[in-house]
C-alpha cells in the first residue's frame, strides 16, 4: 500500500490481475469516497434503502435519498452494519428521520427468512 500512495493528483501504475488476465493500469491519485446510503424505488412506492455503514454523514445522505425517492413506505436494508456489534441500534435511530408514518416502523428478518425480534415493533 505505501508504494500505492502517493500526492493527489499524482500518478502511479498498478499491474492488475484478474482470473487469467494480467494488464497494466495508470490511475490518477486521489481521495476516494463511498456513500453509506444508495436506494431505489421499488414497485408500490415502496423505497429500498442500503446503508452500508454508520458515518458523521450517514443521516444526511438518507436524508437526501428520502427526498429524491418520496417513498410511502420504506425498507431499510442494514445487513453489513447489523453485523457489527451496536450498529443495529444505530441504524434504528434512521426511522425517526424523514420515514413515511403510520402504521409498523420496522420489522428484522433473519437471513434464514425469520422475522421479528426484540427491536421489531411501531412507531413510538
Not at 102 to 113: D, E, M, Q, V
Request: charged share 25%; net charge positive; with cysteine.
Amino acid at each position: 500500500m505505501q508504494r500505492i500512495r502517493g500526492r493527489d493528483g499524482s500518478t502511479v501504475k498498478l499491474f492488475v490481475q484478474r482470473d487469467a488476465r494480467e494488464w497494466t493500469a495508470e490511475v490518477v491519485r486521489g481521495q476516494v469516497t463511498v456513500d453509506a446510503v444508495s436506494g431505489v424505488m421499488l414497485p408500490g412506492a415502496v423505497g429500498y434503502l442500503r446503508i452500508t455503514s454508520f458515518k458523521e454523514t450517514t443521516l444526511a445522505q438518507l436524508d437526501g435519498v428520502l427526498r429524491r425517492l418520496k417513498p410511502r413506505a420504506v425498507v431499510l436494508d442494514l445487513r453489513g452494519p447489523a453485523r457489527m456489534p451496536g450498529r443495529a441500534a444505530g441504524g434504528l435511530g434512521c426511522r425517526r428521520r424523514s420515514l413515511p408514518r403510520p402504521g409498523p416502523a420496522h420489522r428484522l428478518a433473519s437471513p434464514a427468512g425469520g422475522e421479528g425480534g426484540a427491536a421489531s415493533g411501531p412507531w413510538r
